[in-house]
């Protein structure tokens, strides 16, 4: 009897603005050609938990053969190849390259490289992953969008610990530094483009310039950080007992109807039709 590749995508689960597949195949070679690279309407990493089975991986020069608890990066502006080597599966994790914030050069180091869980972070990762995944359909994902950034961050972090000389020109981290303080700093009212140059001694223009280079408005980049903190917090907001109002102030909104105007053009509801939803 022949066997013909099989591939058997999960529903496609949301956590915010990412998401998250399960799939499984068996001998086959799936590509993701330039054609829908170019046309990715979002620019995308896709970050892979190999559960089982053996696939090799090719983005660019960098050929990986990626084994279970192993992860890889790749990157949806550029062409891979992925061959299941026997019966395999896998989670893959897309995340908008803007959410992730990290440097170009930064994600090219680390792209198409086997991540192994012989190093304890990403072996701390594949466990969340896991974990993550394993959750009925009636938790709510949206709160792990942060954590999911920020553990992804921190595998990319741990791979330029390793492969990077110690001592970096201060120019190549700028874009994660800034974007390290803006995080840091989102519930603040007065968070400015020139606050934010000024904490990192240089002009705004240079500021601009550098995120510009990274891809990221990083006007937009804060407001819709912000509306994701106050989303899920409004969320919650039966159980804490904050006002819309109050939730909005705390995260840098000090105009009640801006807020309400803004929050409906993102997620097609207002502040209180959202809560209400969540109630």
């Known amino acids: 009897m022949t066997q013909h590749p099989v591939l058997l995508p999960s529903a496609d689960r949301r956590l915010g603005r990412l998401s998250i597949l399960t799939v499984t195949t068996s001998r086959m070679t799936l590509r993701h050609t330039v054609r829908p690279a170019r046309a990715d309407p979002e620019p995308s990493v896709v970050v892979e938990l190999q559960l089982a089975g053996r696939r090799s991986v090719v983005q660019g020069d960098r050929r990986t053969t990626l084994g279970p608890g192993d992860l890889v990066l790749l990157d949806c502006r550029r062409p891979y190849l992925s061959t299941s080597l026997d019966q395999a ?138 509306l994701e903190g106050c989303r899920r917090e409004l969320a919650r907001s039966a159980v804490s007992g904050r006002t819309v109002s109050s939730i909005a102030h705390a995260w840098g909104f000090g105009d009640a109807t801006h807020f309400s105007r803004t929050f409906r053009e993102s997620f097609g509801m207002s502040p209180r039709e959202w809560r209400a939803l969540h109630n």
Do not use: C
């Open 89 to 226: 599966s896998q989670y893959s994790v897309r995340i908008p390259t803007a959410e992730l914030a990290l440097p170009d050069q930064a994600l090219a180091h680390v792209v198409g490289v086997r991540l192994g869980s012989e190093s304890p972070v990403v072996k701390l990762a594949a466990t969340y992953l896991t974990q993550l995944v394993g959750l009925g359909a009636e938790a709510d994902l949206d709160v792990f969008e942060a954590p999911t950034i920020e553990l992804i961050r921190a595998v990319v972090a741990s791979r330029l610990d390793d492969g990077v000389p110690a001592v970096e020109p201060p120019e190549n981290t700028l874009a994660l530094r800034i974007m390290e303080f803006a995080r840091q700093h989102l519930t603040d009212p007065d968070l400015t483009a020139t606050k934010i140059a000024r904490a990192h001694n240089i002009s705004v223009r240079h500021l601009y310039t550098t995120m510009s280079r990274s891809g990221i408005v990083l006007g937009e980049w804060i407001r819709g950080h912000r």
